[in-house]
């Protein structure tokens, strides 16, 4: 549709207020302001939504392994099937470990953590681990030295070369009968990964110190393996592990061990898009009602204007490019809104934070210290064309009423 100067000349002229009409501009105003809302908020939900769903898979995909290789007991033969999986297409690293579950006690504290042994090799080649040290040096990692995270320690109020005491779920025959086996060491590094989850309940020890604390005897509980694409190649990856090892054991990708939480991410950003779309749609119904209001005031111009020579066409153009003008103002400011948010949203976190005294994202709750929040333009483009299209569409309706009217009905009734 191509409008000419005539048409935009009117068109802006009608959404300008005039003393008499001033009414009419407000209601144009408000449905303005309704599409820059609604598309401003749609714009940062979705920011804050996928910036958590990238955020969280990026911490977990450097400090899990990629895929998991299990069995019910030790796994003792562990260098063999290194030998087995290294080569395999994709395939970046492959470490043998140790879990468990450990009481920690200090003071007459306790708190249970998730201890995991690996070598001092192995740390060391893990950025999630080495490169976010706070306290100490990789190097500190060895004999019965053993890494915290930044919560943890900050809990505790342990700091490097502080001694703490661990008790293991398994028991341990004495003269006394059976007692929990019991294990002391050296907080050698304290380091920060970013996940809360990681950081308050994780510690990292050498994997001989771990094989005799949880009485694995040579042998690891786990062999985790990192791919080059985690995200679009697992699945192969899963398939060609599993395949090597003859299905001996169990494998078990990142995607299946974090399913629940990736898939309630996913469905709470549908509805969220589901529900913001909502505004979007009552801001352009606005744009009908504005621009029925305004079609009823300028009859008389239109019927002046048809019998000028105006034809049908023009007088649709008019006012259809008068709702388009809403609904791309509104859109346009919509975007320019919540980018500006989404920049600063942790100074609007920490401002209102100030103002209201209370702490408005604990990261023990939602995992991770400061509000994730990731601008997708792409997507961005998508709630645009979203906002253009019902702008448009619900232009038509009261531009083409406009373009029907009488003008001998009209200028009868004036």
């Known amino acids: 549709m191509i409008f000419g100067p005539f048409e935009r000349m009117l068109a802006g002229r009608y959404l300008r ?10 209601i144009a105003f408000f449905s303005l302001a309704g599409m ?3 598309v401003g908020t749609l714009i940062v939900v979705m920011s804050v939504m996928g910036g958590f769903r990238t955020e969280f898979v990026s911490k977990i995909l450097g400090l899990k392994p990629h895929i998991e290789i299990l069995t019910d007991g030790p796994i003792r033969d562990y260098e063999d099937v290194r030998a087995k999986i290294k080569p395999l297409a994709g395939v970046v ?6 879990e468990g579950q450990a009481l920690l006690t200090l003071n007459g504290y306790a708190t249970g953590l998730v201890v995991k042994g690996l070598t001092p090799e192995d740390f060391r080649a893990q950025p999630a681990y080495a490169g976010h040290i706070v306290s100490g040096q990789a190097a500190d990692f060895d004999e019965d030295r053993v890494a915290i995270g930044l919560d943890l320690a900050a809990r505790l109020h342990l700091s490097v070369g502080d001694s703490i005491t661990l008790l293991s779920p398994k028991l341990t025959s004495t003269p006394f009968g059976s007692m929990p086996r019991k294990g002391t060491f050296i907080v050698g590094i304290i380091f920060n990964p ?4 990681f950081s308050s309940g994780l510690m990292l020890m050498p994997l ?26 697992i699945v192969a990856a899963h398939v060609a592990i599993f395949e090597a090892l003859g299905g001996r054991y169990r494998v078990i990708d990142w995607t299946q061990e974090n399913e629940l939480y990736l898939n309630t991410l996913d469905t709470e950003k549908s509805t969220m898009f589901l529900i913001l779309t909502m505004i979007i749609i009552v801001a352009a119904f606005n744009i009908i009602s504005s621009l029925i209001m305004l079609v009823k005031d300028k009859n008389a111009d239109i019927a002046i204007l048809r019998t000028m020579g105006a034809t049908r066409g023009m007088i649709m153009r ?10 791309a103002i509104g859109s346009a400011a919509g975007v320019i809104v919540a980018v500006l948010f989404v920049r600063y949203i942790e100074t609007v976190r920490h401002w209102l934070q100030d103002l209201t005294g209370r702490d408005l994202f604990p990261p023990e709750l939602y ?4 509000i994730p929040a990731k601008i997708d333009w792409v997507q961005i483009g998508y709630v645009v064309v979203m906002a253009l299209g019902l702008s448009f569409f619900f232009s038509i309706i009261p531009a083409w009423r406009a373009s029907r009217v009488d003008p001998v009905e009209a200028l009868r009734y004036e």
Do not use: C, H, K, Y
């Open 194 to 197: 970013g996940l809360s989850q």
């Open 318 to 327: 008019i006012f259809f490019l008068a709702g388009a003008s809403i609904g």
């Open 36 to 38: 820059m809302l609604g």
């Open 367 to 370: 995992l991770f210290s400061q």
């Open 93 to 98: 690293e492959v470490t043998p470990f140790v």
């Open 17 to 26: 207020a005039r003393r008499t009409e001033g009414f009419v501009s407000v």
């Open 208 to 233: 001989e110190a771990a094989e005799t604390f949880f009485q694995t005897g040579d042998g690891v509980t786990e062999i985790g393996v990192n791919i080059a694409d985690p995200e679009n190649a």
